[in-house]
């Protein structure tokens, strides 16, 4: 079983009070103001996103959002809609209810009071409500006491935790199980959007408590939206799909052809599998992001292959948000051990086609684990 709480406890399966205090501390900041629904849930366990089971708290956000703040020693209090709370344990130092708008945005202001010291600095998201940041000059606290703390945020989700690990290794079973069967009931002539609620349906029965993306397409039309299209001869299937266990996300792509498969689709899968490879192999902690992106440019420019033109990142980790960083040319960043990170990149067929490969890896204290299992071969579709 991935989860074994009680049904009526929903805590953080990763924050850890005592490095966000420690980053706090680093940052200048007081106190943190967290209003992005994916960090209230990474910081307090209240269930306001899509992907951990009722989705009507994410859906309510406009009139009855929640936060949390985090106090300079690392504990969250969580601000939501009281009524959600009945019966329910969140792993937040106290929880703070109201009934309507202007109740939670009164409770921000009063608990940010209470949190920061006369001349103490706040720390906000870049995605802070407007409203609120109006309420809080009110008090006082104005842009001269504010941080942008999104980098201290990102920095406590992108190490998982083993909890965090277990769910997103059961959303990438699930999400690759349903590649493979949906490979064996693939057929030209299959519709693309019956395709899509049939992948829908496998995941529910798997188990999940969300989709990410379904990510489908036949030849050439546009992958991420979900277009009426009937598999015809000699097209290139793509099939990405991502599942959310907990709110957390899986990513892969796989690739089928409807009919013989020409040698230089076979060649440039094969090709980027290897460049995909080259680069999981040489992820360390510490290494540099403009290290990884430096490298991966480098393979495809000596294997002659294109893309490397129009490169801006060569994957990116995954977490609560199925892109949560960029692996790009920034100097700063590095890969850190306890990183889920996958590793994608592509070129184009002589028909403009995308084509690629896509892994998901787990940075160890003693080596780089590939946790993507799915065989990496072109389907035949007959």
């Known amino acids: 079983m991935v989860d074994a709480r009680p049904s009526n406890e929903f805590r953080s399966l990763g924050f850890e009070a005592s490095r966000a205090a420690d980053l706090m501390a680093e940052h200048g900041v007081g106190a943190v103001l967290v209003s992005l629904p994916e960090n ?45 709370t009945y019966g329910v344990t969140f792993g937040a130092e106290r929880v703070v209810g109201y009934e309507d708008l202007d109740t939670a945005v009164s409770s921000v202001r009063q608990v940010v009071s209470e949190q920061l010291s006369a001349g103490e600095k706040l720390g906000i998201e870049s995605t802070c409500p407007h409203y609120v940041l109006e309420a809080l000059a009110e008090d006082g606290i104005g842009s001269e006491r504010l941080v942008v703390v999104d980098s201290l945020l990102r920095s406590l989700r992108l190490i998982k935790s083993p909890r965090e690990l277990e769910v997103l290794e059961k959303s ?14 693939l057929t030209v002539g299959s519709s693309r959007l019956a395709l899509i609620n ?29 277009i009426d299209e009937t598999l015809a001869e000699n097209k290139l299937i793509t099939l990405d799909v991502g599942a959310m266990v907990g709110g957390y996300c899986s990513d892969n792509r796989r690739y089928g052809f409807s009919g013989e498969i020409p040698e230089q689709i076979s060649h440039l899968y094969e090709s980027m599998v290897g460049v995909v490879d080259s680069i999981g192999a040489v992820l360390k902690p510490g290494t540099p992001y403009s290290d990884l992106f430096a490298y991966g440019k480098k393979l495809l420019i000596d294997s002659n292959i294109t893309g490397h033109e129009w490169l801006n990142h060569v994957g990116h980790s995954i977490g609560l948000e199925i892109e949560e960083d960029w692996i790009d040319d ?30 998901t890896y787990h940075i160890t204290g003693t080596g780089t684990k590939r946790m993507s299992m799915l065989p990496r071969v072109l389907h035949r579709v007959a």
Do not use: Q
Request: proline share 6%; charged share 20%; hydrophobic share 40%.
């Open 330 to 359: 920034r100097v700063g960043p590095r890969i850190e051990e306890g990183m889920v990170v996958a590793i994608e990149l592509y070129t184009i067929t002589d028909e403009l086609v995308p084509i690629g490969n896509e892994e």
């Open 172 to 185: 990438l079973e699930i999400a690759e199980s349903c590649v493979d069967e949906l490979f064996s009931v």
């Open 40 to 84: 209230v849930y990474y910081t307090t366990g209240y269930p306001c996103i899509t992907g951990t089971g009722n989705p009507i708290l994410f859906n309510l956000r406009n009139r009855l959002p929640a936060f949390a703040c985090i106090g300079s020693d690392g504990a969250p209090a969580l601000l939501c809609w009281a009524f959600s």
């Open 198 to 226: 049939e992948a829908k349906r496998y995941l529910f029965e798997r188990g999940v408590d969300g989709i990410s993306h379904i990510t489908i397409s036949f030849g050439t039309e546009n992958p991420e939206i979900a």
